[in-house]
């Protein structure tokens, strides 16, 4: 894939920050994030690369401050950074607060002049996808039903691929409830996931064909994916990822999952929780900063994922994620999915975990009951049918 086709949406908030502080003497004037975010310090970093810098963090919520981010970075209350700075400080705001916020330090005495509104989550994400929605001209979308349809075709690949070459598989979250509660997708979902255990899993990614219609795709074959897990990409269509900040102009895809192992003491347990944790906050540490700082960060991703990856599906007593850190966490006895049973879905047989239940339990909960319908969202990407010889991706 070609970087026209892979944008970080950070770009916009560290463009507006540079050009806000282009004028400021930071030797003289202190420069306040108010708020602290997800990615305040990749921000950081790449005003630092361009000759500026943040030199405070402030923040209303008690529990934030201390803490302490990369290059010096303390996050402090409001008032304690304005009662020392106020007249020599100029305060950077990226929030959808950001009326309550600018009001908040012009109540306590900052002038208007030194409160810079950048741009914020939802507004960077809007220009990101407008920039990659423009290769799209011409391209025909596809629904929310043809695209769950192209997911189905992927699927009978999938499942027919792995079952001709005795490899496990396993219909996963989404999609496994799905199976159970609707005998096909979701009815909003726009995305399909599959589990393999580890052993299966390298051993797919490794003889899959290349050349035809559909692929699959990981970091070590293909530099630019963000993610730690594989896609399995039909060519034939085009689609915008739906992560943040990096989107990216890909295909529409299964999202294939490892399984992997955890241990059944509990004080092990959590140690190895909270390290995957820390390997996956390094993982897109890495994947959101590189395209926006001078410098090219470390590459630990090999490093990472040996590490993340050490307990083998065979032979650990509990089965649990070790993709996507950031939501809650899961873990069933081994048993669990040491044999499939198989499942309708969308007319055809599937392989689910024998234990689907109590997966599908220790995953969603009460997983028959259907969420409110304000709740009913998916991902919201935009999926094409792809013209011939239209993109390289």
């Known amino acids: 894939m070609t970087r026209a086709n892979r944008i970080n949406a950070l770009r916009f908030v560290i463009n507006k920050a540079f050009d806000a502080l282009a004028d400021i003497d930071i030797e003289k004037t202190k420069v306040v994030w108010f708020g602290l975010t997800n990615f305040v310090d990749i921000i950081q970093k790449a005003l630092i690369s361009k000759g ?19 290059n010096d970075l303390v996050v402090f209350p409001v008032q304690q950074i304005v009662n020392n700075y106020k007249e020599n400080a100029v305060f950077l705001i ?16 900052v002038a208007e002049s030194d409160i810079k509104i950048l741009p914020y989550h939802d507004e960077c994400e809007d220009e990101a996808r407008k920039f990659l929605l423009k290769q799209t001209d011409g391209l025909k979308q596809a629904n929310l039903r043809e695209t ?26 989404g999609t496994l409830l799905g ?5 096909g997708f979701i009815p909003w979902d726009d995305d399909a996931d599959v589990y393999l255990p580890d052993s299966d899993y390298w051993k797919f990614i490794e003889i899959f064909p290349d050349g035809g219609r559909y692929g699959i795709a990981d970091w070590k074959k293909k530099d630019d994916m963000a993610v730690d897990f ?10 915008i990822t739906a992560g943040y900040p ?22 092990e347990f959590q140690n190895k929780l909270h390290r995957n944790k820390a390997l996956d906050f390094k993982w897109y540490q890495y994947q959101n900063s590189k395209d926006v700082i001078s410098d090219e960060p470390q590459d630990a991703r090999r490093d990472i994922c040996e590490l993340k990856y050490n307990m083998p599906f065979d032979g650990s007593p509990l089965i649990g994620r070790t993709h996507l850190m950031h939501k809650p966490m899961w873990s069933v006895p081994r048993s669990v999915f040491e044999d499939s049973v198989p499942v309708e879905f969308e007319g055809e047989l599937f392989s689910a975990p024998a234990g689907y239940d109590a997966y599908l339990k220790a995953h969603y909960r009460d997983y028959m009951r259907l969420p409110p319908e304000d709740e009913r969202i998916n991902h919201g990407t935009a999926a ?10």
Not at 102 to 109: C, H, I, K, S, Y
Not at 179 to 183: C, Y
């Open 230 to 239: 594989a896609k399995f990409y039909d060519y034939h269509t085009i689609k």
């Open 94 to 109: 990226s929030s959808r607060f950001k009326d309550e916020m600018r009001r908040q330090l012009a109540d306590v005495g």
């Open 384 to 393: 094409f049918w792809k013209r011939e010889g239209s993109l390289s991706c």
């Open 148 to 173: 769950q349809l192209i997911m189905l075709d992927s699927l009978k690949i999938f499942r027919d691929f792995c079952e001709t070459n005795g490899l496990r598989y396993f219909l996963a979250a």
């Open 179 to 183: 199976a159970v509660r609707h005998k």
């Open 52 to 70: 500026r810098r943040i030199h405070y963090i402030v923040d209303n919520a008690p529990e934030k401050w201390g803490r302490v981010l990369e």
């Open 246 to 267: 990096v989107k990216m102009l890909t295909h529409v895809a299964l999202c294939v999952f490892p399984l992997c192992g955890y241990p059944d003491d509990a004080s």
